[in-house]
């Protein structure tokens, strides 16, 4: 079956990078998101990459995915307070399959 | 452009009563899922329509929960009766389909429910 792990919490400096992993098991994967939740509010998608590649670069997120391995890491560059918030790998088998299995999310804290 | 719109955005009510979840999909998304959020598991998935049919309510936890999509602009999340154990936020998400190609889901703001 699907399942998405993350590790729950990561802490970082202001200005620093934040790296947030991900692995996931189903091989079938076609697409790979991120989604960032902020406090009372719902989930916010930030990027995704097909599983056909390996890197996608937006400003100052990079999302690297190694498939042998499956897995996923998001890059968070200058990290800044407003980047404070839970951010949710997430993967689907695409091609018209809507079902998305989330992973458990991971809270990050930017301290300034 | 309006995103999913929830409502309500709070409910609190006691034990055993009924109650009614709504949410507005983006329009001319024919996919709407149902979320259910907790501390404990995470964000799980409760039921999903296509084109106002349900596809996969495997994730609907009891015969207490309920859903209904009656057309492309509007669909409800039913619990009756209600038991605290249900206290949770549960988020509605619509997505399109488009040739094929998966698209992204957009999520409301959600609901955040609590039985006393």
């Known amino acids: 079956g699907e399942d998405v792990e993350q590790s729950l919490f990561l802490s970082v400096r202001e200005g620093d990078s934040s790296v947030i992993n991900c692995t996931y098991t189903?091989?079938?994967?076609?697409?790979l998101y991120w989604y960032k939740q902020e406090p009372g509010a719902g989930l916010q998608l930030l990027t995704y990459?097909?599983?056909?590649?390996d890197m996608k670069q937006d400003q100052r997120l990079t999302v690297l995915l190694n498939k042998k391995d499956k897995h996923l890491s998001l890059r968070i560059a200058d990290t800044q307070t407003g980047d404070s918030a839970i951010y949710f790998c997430?993967?689907?088998?695409?091609?018209?399959?809507?079902?998305?299995?989330f992973g458990t999310g991971t809270k990050l804290q930017v301290i300034p | 452009d309006a995103g999913v719109i929830q409502s309500p955005r709070h409910e609190v009510t006691e034990m055993g009563q009924e109650v009614t979840l709504r949410c507005k999909p983006i329009?001319?998304?024919?996919?709407l899922f149902w979320y259910r959020q907790t501390m404990m598991r995470g964000l799980e998935l409760l039921i999903y329509?296509?084109?106002?049919?349900?596809?996969?309510d495997s994730g609907m936890p009891e015969d207490r929960f309920s859903a209904k999509m009656p057309n492309a602009s509007f669909s409800t999340l039913k619990i009756q009766p209600s038991e605290p154990r249900d206290s949770a936020v549960y988020f509605c998400?619509?997505?399109?389909?488009?040739?094929?190609?998966?698209?992204?889901?957009?999520f409301g703001d959600g609901t955040r429910l609590s039985i006393l």
């Open positions: 329509f296509n084109n106002n049919v349900p596809i996969d």
């Open positions: 990459i097909f599983s056909n590649m």
């Open positions: 998400a619509s997505s399109l389909s488009a040739g094929g190609s998966n698209q992204p889901q957009h």
């Open positions: 189903d091989s079938s994967s076609t697409y």
């Open positions: 329009s001319g998304h024919d996919y």
């Open positions: 997430a993967e689907s088998k695409g091609r018209g399959y809507q079902k998305v299995t």
